[in-house]
Structure formats: C-alpha cells, structure tokens
C-alpha cells in the first residue's frame, strides 16, 4: 500500500528552527509538496522538491532524497504565526497525489 | 481576487437528505478534486476531474457524484446523506493534472449529518 509518515505533532519555541521530516512509500515517485494548514482554514501551498537536494524560499527550506523516500521541512526563525499543521503530499506513479496527516506544529513564546 | 469559491460555508444536514455543494473557480485551471479531511487522517480524494467533461473516483467515492458540465464548476452531491459523511470539503484545483502543478484550494465547506 501507500504511505505517508509524519510525527502528529511537534512544538518548538519562537525565534528557534524545527525540522519536520515525512518518509513516504508510495507506488512510483514523480514530485513532493509541503503545504501549510492553519487552524479552520485551507492548505495553502508551500515547496514542491521534485530532485534530491534542497529548496530555500526565505525561513522555509524542503529537502528531498528520492533514494531513501525521506523529506523534511525546515522553518527558520520561528513566529508566532508559523503554528499551523504541515502537510506532506507525493505524487505516484499514477499522477496522484497521495497526502500524509499533517504535523501540527505548536510554537511557544 | 482569483481562487476558489465554496458554498455553503457550513450546513448542518439531516441525515437522509440530498445535498449539493458547491465549487468555482475563475483560473481557468484544467483539474479540480474533491477531498474530505477528517481529524486524525490525511486529505483523502472522493472526486476529481482530469478535464471538464470528465470525472473520476478517488479513494473515498461511496455516497457522492460529480459532475463537470464547464471549466469552471464541480459540484459534489450527496445523495442521500449519512452521519459518517460529517466532515469537512475541501475543492481544489490545479493548472493540470500531471502532479507536477500545486493545488490551490478553496476555503471549505463544514457539513454535520445529524
């Protein structure tokens, strides 16, 4: 079956840096996405990693190695606004996307 | 402003009854989803469309249609609804659907099935 890991949830402190990491085991692999959920609201789009490597777009940072089916997703600088749950998504070989729980994602003064 | 509009916003439904909720959107974009999300589990695909005028089921289709008349709507129907469809909907649309392009979604329709 197809599988998407991710810790349920995490807290961290402002002003720190967190890590959220998802393993996936899907049927074929053609891109990961990262999107952020806030409380009551809609995913909004983050990182889409499609090559090994890593993506930096401002306090957020996507790595990607395909051979180990692993990814995480790094925020800088931590604020307030930045607690939300963090979904992790992968394209199959079937150009569907197969979608994890989320990491919710507590930040504390 | 572009995006996706959903309506209602919130429904509480007696269970039995049919429902239609809605989905526009204005990007011209090719595929639209539907998805619920239940506490506890990931996003999980009912609907999508490729294309207008084509449909297909996802993972949890049971008790819904769709339909893609034009580009622009995609309406989901519940025809006769249950208590374990409590959840809330999420419409999504995306450029195309080769996996490649992001999904931008709409706001959500919360439905109760009493």
């Known amino acids: 079956g197809q599988n998407i890991d991710q810790p349920t949830e995490m807290t961290a402190t402002e002003g720190a840096i967190v890590q959220i990491n998802c393993t996936y085991q899907t049927s074929g692999f053609n891109g990961l996405f990262w999107y952020q959920q806030h409380a009551g609201e809609a995913p909004t789009f983050l990182s889409y990693n499609v090559l090994d490597g890593l993506e930096e777009k401002g306090r957020f940072s996507s790595f990607l190695s395909r051979s180990k089916g692993y990814s995480y997703l790094l925020l800088k600088e931590l604020q307030m606004k930045d607690s939300a749950s963090y979904l992790c998504?992968?394209?199959?070989?079937?150009?569907?996307?197969?979608w994890g729980a989320g990491t919710k994602l507590i930040i504390k003064p | 402003i572009a995006g996706i509009t959903q309506a209602p916003t919130s429904q509480i439904l007696a269970a039995g009854r049919r429902m239609t909720l809605r989905c526009t959107q204005d990007?011209?974009?090719?595929?639209m989803y539907w998805y619920r999300q239940d506490l506890g589990l990931g996003l999980r695909l009912i609907h999508y469309?490729?294309?207008?005028?084509?449909?297909g089921k996802g993972e949890v289709p049971d008790g819904y249609s769709v339909s893609r008349a034009n580009t622009d709507d995609f309406p989901l129907t519940l025809a006769s609804a249950v208590p374990s469809q409590t959840s809330v909907y999420f419409c999504?649309?995306?450029?195309?659907?080769?996996?490649?392009?992001?999904?931008?979604f709409g706001s959500g329709t919360r439905l109760t099935v009493v």
């Open positions: 998504a992968v394209t199959d070989s079937n150009y569907q996307l197969i």
């Open positions: 990007m011209r974009h090719n595929a």
């Open positions: 999504a649309s995306s450029e195309s659907a080769d996996g490649a392009m992001s999904y931008t």
């Open positions: 469309s490729n294309t207008a005028g084509t449909t």
